[in-house]
């Protein structure tokens, strides 16, 4: 995401609303075609169309099956992304995925610079000593020459992502430096899987989407 390249979707295993009071609300999901910018290309996506029927905290919660990632290993990706109306309710709900990260600040209202307290869970137990990265969504394709650049020419890939551990308990702390959407992430291996007549590892991602207001908006 901090590069801004997209990837075709296969239809998501499930998506759901969770709803303040914990409830589960079907959502329907709508096939769109998305730009990809230089690559002249087109990806598949989907759209949803939410119609809350109460005052509070929202999550859209979405599993996705596997895919192939570059290193040659499956990925299962559990996503969240709050969606506040109004009321102040709700928040420290949890969508259910066996892995997933829960908000112990308000996962919504922040400004740059706004810090985030969370936890892990894998199956419902907190996971210490996780590796969590942190990166800004980059809206668009960006180009080799916009790339941070260290003093050698390389890509200074620690400017695009960020990276903490949780400590023994699960908890962490990251900041967001600069407005726009965020991802917090956390990945673990979880065995082996058969896909396409081949055998991969398989890991467990979950994702947390924040979007991060500027200081400067009104």
Do not use: M
Request: with cysteine; charged share 25%.
């Amino acid at each position: 995401p901090y590069v801004g390249i997209l990837y075709d979707l296969k239809p998501p295993i499930k998506a759901f609303l969770l709803t303040p009071d914990k409830k589960i609300q079907k959502v329907s999901l709508l096939r769109i075609l998305l730009p990809q910018g230089a690559f002249d290309v087109q990806r598949i996506g989907y759209r949803i169309n939410l119609t809350p029927s109460q005052k509070g905290d929202y999550y859209l919660c979405v599993e996705s099956d596997y895919f192939l990632d570059p290193s040659s290993h499956l990925v299962k990706v559990f996503t969240k992304t709050p969606v506040h109306v109004f009321q102040e309710k709700g928040w420290t709900n949890n969508c259910g995925f066996p892995l997933e990260i829960k908000s112990y600040t308000r996962p919504y209202g922040f400004l740059e610079h706004g810090i985030f307290w969370g936890r892990v869970y894998l199956y419902g137990k907190p996971l210490g000593n996780a590796t969590i990265e942190v990166k800004k969504v980059s809206p668009r394709l960006l180009t080799e020459k916009e790339l941070p650049r260290a003093s050698n020419g390389e890509i200074n890939f620690p400017l695009l992502k960020k990276t903490t551990r949780t400590n023994k308990k699960g908890f962490f702390v990251v900041s967001f430096e600069e407005p726009g959407w965020w991802v917090i992430s956390v990945k673990i291996p979880a065995g082996k899987r058969e896909y396409a007549n081949s055998i991969y590892s398989l890991e467990l991602e979950h994702t947390f989407s924040i979007y991060v207001f500027s200081k400067k908006t009104p």
